[in-house]
């Protein structure tokens, strides 16, 4: 790194090297040239409305304003401009694009390029580009080319014959439509919106795609302006001046949320900790690619829509929609910390219009009704207990609460796959407004508050799901304290056991070869690829029978029952399925006939191939069981992890 500056410095110049010293020891300069390079460059030259001492701060300076107020150019701040820079990587000679111009930052890329190097700088306004050239021209950088246009749509001859080896952008993007304009091998460096969060990504374009292999920037810059806008998509909750807004995908509507913005919020406390000055850009930034229903939320300071420490003006909160449910990440202080700066716990903000219901996930390796599935919280009535009773203690036993405004529902009736009466079931109705995970549970799993809606997704009781489907389609949903309750019966399926596909495949070897056919290139299954001949049982046939007929129909070859051995089961799952297959491989002791190709719309060929030089391409199942067989091994499952 370059020395310290003397005393006998110009300010200008002492405060230059002392901004560059500062930066080196921050980690953001890295490199002698990039150190050079702030070190040389005028900055204050690019920003003379400014004292020079705010133009070496380590911040932005701004330098035009819309008719609002908003910042539309500024310098970025010295660090991030450090941190850009030495991610591009920049080397003498190269061509390098600059999107988003002010002068300054395409001197120092022309720097770090040299004179055999060549700067390109573009800026949709033309007040910006003249700013830019002018004072290019006054510091001894008028090499660099300036350009007026829309960047979304690159001028006709702007970019060199194979690309530029770098593009630096420095607004605010939520898109790169620049992909085209980098070389192989080149460097694009862009602060990239991500729901409302804005991080300067590093990518180098390797086989026509970017691949990012840099750290993550936390950033800011003025947005885009031109074609490559981006809009907030806002929408407010009608009547409460709360507003969410999805700057990425489809808007969700907001309309039904108004009424869950009148109850009692939920503090749901994470007993996560972070300290006042930590960062945790990374979790915002999970949250927003993950979450589905992600949306910044913002609220009018001078409203009273019932939110719980709104977030700052300029910094909305991260947030979810879940139907009728909105819910907010937030922080509450809970102390000093050893540095002053505070303490604070993560929470979760919650709200909701109802509609929802607490399942029990039930234990699936005990000898219980409805082992691994959910249902409602409850059980059997115990010698001399009325049903109302029942459900208090089962209740206190099972999360350790009491419900004071259980009443009676519906009864459940469960018959059998032939209509017959099982059991009866006393089905309670009540209200609780506990989240789930303050919730003690004593007995099962895990507890969690559902919607109707996604019960479909779960592997839910029968008859929890049609007792849950009734109450929501009640219009009084609350019951009576007597016996006469309305009546839900559920049927049970008439088979729970498991169903697989036999399948049954010929092993015929002959002097270390093994038979097998190459199957025709508009086959449904594996075309064009080396298989056994094989086939599934049909009717009521065994698998046997099903070997003998399927070796005649396909090869021509008769084998009796008698003469076929079993060498292998394969008990296969097929990646996406739910119907297992079982696989049964026979061996004949003898046979009568040579292979023709007799179904030529399934196979087109049918050739011996040595055991230790299988062809390709041969179906992967076909290749696990002929390795299976060489070893003797009579069992193998496969697609079972």
């Not at 790169?176 to 991500?194: F, H, K, S, T, Y």
């Amino acid at each position: 790194m370059t020395t310290s500056p003397s005393t006998d410095l110009d300010e200008d110049t002492a405060l230059r090297h002392q901004l560059a010293g500062q930066l080196a020891a921050a980690g953001h300069i890295r490199t002698p040239a990039v150190d050079q390079a702030l070190r040389t460059v005028p900055r204050h030259a690019f920003a003379p409305e400014v004292p020079v001492r705010k133009a070496y701060a380590n911040d932005i300076v701004a330098t035009r304003h819309s008719d609002e107020g908003l910042i539309t150019s500024s310098i970025s701040a010295p660090w991030l401009q450090a941190d850009m820079l030495e991610a591009a990587r920049l080397q003498p000679g190269h061509r390098v694009l600059e999107i988003g111009s002010g002068g300054y930052n395409a001197a120092l890329i022309a720097e770090l390029v040299g004179p055999t190097g060549h700067v390109t700088t573009v800026d949709i306004d033309p007040a910006v580009t003249e700013r830019a050239t002018r004072f290019l021209a006054q510091t001894g950088y008028d090499r660099v080319h300036v350009v007026t246009a829309d960047a979304e749509h690159l001028p006709t001859g702007i970019v060199p014959d194979g690309g530029f080896d770098a593009i630096l952008v420095t607004v605010d993007t939520w898109d790169l439509p620049w992909i085209d304009a980098l070389a192989e091998d080149g460097r694009l460096v862009a602060p990239l919106r991500l729901h409302g969060y804005t991080w300067a990504i590093t990518f180098t374009k390797r086989d026509g795609a970017l691949h990012s292999d840099e750290p993550l920037i936390v950033c800011g810059f003025v947005a885009m302006q031109g074609a490559g806008a981006w809009t907030a998509n806002r929408r407010t909750i009608p009547g409460t001046g709360v507003h969410l807004s999805w700057e990425d995908g489809t808007p969700l509507p907001v309309d039904q949320l108004a009424p869950a913005l009148t109850r009692e919020p939920v503090v749901a406390h994470t007993q996560v900790i972070v300290r006042g000055q930590e960062p945790f850009d990374a979790l915002t930034l999970y949250l927003a690619g993950a979450l589905p229903g992600f949306c910044r939320l913002s609220v009018d300071p001078d409203g009273e829509n019932g939110v719980l420490n709104p977030p700052p003006k300029h910094w909305p909160g991260a947030a979810i929609v879940r139907g009728t449910s909105l819910a907010r990440l937030a922080t509450e202080r809970i102390g000093d910390g050893d540095d002053g700066n505070g303490l604070y716990e993560f929470v979760v903000h919650g709200t909701d219009d109802d509609g929802r219901y607490l399942l029990h996930l039930r234990s699936a390796n005990k000898l219980i009704w409805r082992p691994g599935q959910w249902a409602l919280l409850g059980g059997n009535t115990e010698q001399g207990e009325t049903c109302d009773q029942a459900i208090a203690r089962e209740l206190d036993e099972e999360i350790g609460l009491a419900v004071p405004d259980l009443t009676g529902f519906v009864t459940l009736d469960t018959l059998d796959a032939r209509g017959a009466f099982k059991d009866r079931v006393r089905v309670y109705h009540g209200t609780l407004n506990t989240p789930a995970h303050e919730i003690e549970l004593r007995e099962g799993i895990q507890l969690r508050w559902t919607r109707i809606e996604e019960i479909a997704e779960m592997t839910t009781d029968p008859g929890t799901a049609a007792v849950l489907h009734a109450h929501h389609n009640a219009h009084q949903p609350r019951g009576r304290q007597n016996a006469a309750l309305p009546v839900v019966e559920v049927r049970e399926p008439r088979d729970h056991r498991s169903r697989s596909i036999v399948g049954a495949h010929l092993v015929l070897i002959r002097d270390g070869a093994v038979l097998l056919g190459k199957r025709h290139p508009s086959s449904a299954f594996a075309p064009s690829t080396w298989h056994l001949p094989a086939g599934h049982r049909e009717d009521l046939e065994s698998a046997v029978t099903c070997m003998v007929r399927e070796a005649e129909e396909e090869t021509g070859l008769r084998i009796p029952e008698r003469d076929l051995s079993l060498v292998h089961v394969l008990d296969l799952l097929d990646p996406g399925s739910t119907t297992p297959r079982i696989g049964l491989f026979f061996a004949p002791s003898r046979w009568e006939g040579e292979p023709l190709v007799r179904e030529p719309e399934c196979c087109t060929e049918w050739r011996f191939w040595p055991l230790d030089a299988l062809p390709e391409p041969t179906v992967e199942y076909t290749r696990v069981a002929l390795d299976a067989i060489s070893q003797g091994s009579l069992y193998a499952p496969m697609g079972w992890s």
